[in-house]
């Protein structure tokens, strides 16, 4: 069912709007006259927005506009409804108009990914398989200022490093333009109220499951009342800051990585370890992360315990050793060459002939509690939030079921194995024990070590998964909140 805002002002908001968004479109660079623009349009109120603006501005910058839309059929009848609106919307505009219809759930079930990026993913291969079949030279999206914002706080619990807080670029070198990225939703649907325009919406916006619908919900009101009524233009005022700072220190580490890099094929890059370690550390991550996304395309899914794993590898490392990153791509070090590649391709062996050492290194986040797949060692975690009474007994010591005491930990929790110089507090004993020693005493081999989870809350280990819960998290009298881990082959 389609629906509208409350009319709010007169037709000088439209004007100030149009303003708003000519002024970002120039300022980024963003369309050239002349351009082929696909518009991505959901039917909710930022795409219809944008359609309509970008609509209104077409003929100053002589665009051809068309519209696309992804039926991802996760609400059943609601999707439907939705691809109707759409099409109904581009029939009154006579434009162009490009559906598809995917099954999201089957891609993510085979990508192990959550709905969300399984979504997101799907979305855009549909939009850049369109945008190059027809022939458009940029991809519009309806992103605005309240999305970045919202980014911006996702990164941050997430422990992101600069560039991830410096949220959602204007433009990207992909052709995604988000010419609506300056303006508040406030903004939007007093734009929408103005021009009488229907919209309609999502419900899973609603569904508090997802990390962006709390920070959405929960988080920036509580922010905004109780510290800084403004913050939403805060935090898009730190991601413009980083996003230039960004720029500027990407500026400085090309030459550098050019002077690094040993060969540079398609879907492989060679660094020298040597130029690597003269670096300061900074350096060194930029770098690894500089080479990971050139060959990956984007640095999605690759977290800082990666770059770290990574690091280790360079400089603590075997001579000849290897590790598996997300989405396929394969770390390795051949000697004093550090190389990046896709998964698919082989290492080759080293002059002496001998084969290379495995490392099995992985590491995950959960920012929420729920399921993570750990491809590497063929299990699977699953996190459940359960009041206390549910708990019958929690004197069980963390194997394959363990009872956490929820205020006890903060998220993400980091999912990752076995590290050199790793402690933790084995529940029902006094005082640290090296894990190297837990395993060697509980005669864990060297393979199973490899593979289990280890489960960290702000870089301390509270479970090893499958053996022993830390004392730090363990239920007591107070507990209130509880969370139920399992251990399960997946």
Not at 87 to 108: G, I, S, W
Not at 243 to 272: K, T
Not at 370 to 379: F, N, W
Request: proline share 5%.
């Amino acid at each position: 069912m389609s629906r509208k805002h409350p009319v709010l002002s007169n037709s000088v908001v439209e004007k100030q709007i149009l303003r708003k968004v000519d002024k970002t479109l120039h300022a980024h660079s963003m369309i050239q006259i002349g351009d082929a623009v696909l518009v991505g349009v959901s039917g909710g109120p930022d795409s219809v927005a944008l359609v309509h603006i970008l609509h209104s501005l077409a003929s100053k910058y002589g665009l051809r506009m068309a519209i696309a839309h992804l039926n991802h059929g996760l609400r059943r009848n609601e999707s439907d409804r939705d691809q109707a609106f759409v099409t109904a919307l581009a029939n009154q505009f006579e434009m162009p108009f490009y559906v598809e219809k995917q099954d999201v759930r089957h891609y993510q079930k085979n990508h192990h990914l959550s709905v969300e990026e399984a979504a997101r993913q799907v979305r855009y291969r549909f939009f850049h398989r369109t945008a190059d079949q027809y022939g458009y030279d940029k991809i519009a999206l309806g992103h605005h200022a309240d999305d970045n914002a919202e980014q911006v706080l996702m990164a941050m619990l997430r422990g992101s490093g600069p560039l991830g807080l410096a949220g959602m670029p204007p433009m990207r070198p992909d052709n995604i333009v988000r010419p609506l990225i300056n303006l508040r939703q406030s903004e939007i649907l007093d734009y929408l109220a103005v021009r009488d325009l229907d919209y309609v919406v999502d419900s899973s916006n609603r569904d508090s499951q997802f990390l962006r619908n709390k920070i959405r919900k929960r988080l920036i009101p509580r922010l905004q009342a109780d510290y800084n009524p403004k913050i939403v233009d805060s935090l898009n005022r730190l991601a413009s800051i980083l996003a230039a700072e960004e720029a500027w220190i990407e500026n400085h580490i090309r030459p550098v990585f050019r002077d690094a890099l040993v060969f540079e094929q398609q879907d492989r890059i060679g660094l020298s370890l040597a130029q690597l370690k003269q670096k300061p550390i900074a350096a060194q991550r930029r770098l690894i992360r500089k080479a990971i996304l050139q060959v990956k395309g984007n640095l999605r899914r690759i977290a800082f315990a990666h770059i770290e794993a990574v690091l280790r590898l360079a400089q603590q490392g075997p001579l000849c050793g290897m590790l598996d990153l997300p989405d396929g791509i394969r770390v390795w070090r051949d000697q004093d060459i550090l190389s990046v590649s896709k998964a698919q391709q082989k290492p080759r062996r080293p002059a002496d002939g001998h084969p290379v050492t495995s490392v099995s290194d992985y590491a995950y986040q959960l920012s929420m509690a729920g399921e993570i797949l750990i491809k590497e060692a063929g299990l699977q975690i699953r996190f459940t939030e359960i009041p206390i009474k549910q708990v019958s007994d929690w004197h069980p010591t963390g194997q394959r079921i363990a009872f956490l005491d929820m205020d006890k930990l903060n998220f993400p929790l980091v999912i990752r194995n076995f590290r050199p110089g790793d402690r933790f507090s084995p529940l029902g004993m006094s005082g640290h024990q090296k894990l190297k020693k837990f395993f060697s005493d509980h005669k864990i081999s060297t393979t199973q070590r490899a593979k289990c989870p280890i489960v960290l809350s702000c870089d301390k280990i509270i479970w090893v998964a499958g053996y022993r819960l830390d004392n730090a998290v363990k239920i007591d009298p107070q507990t209130r909140r509880v969370l139920k881990a399992e251990l399960l082959l997946a």
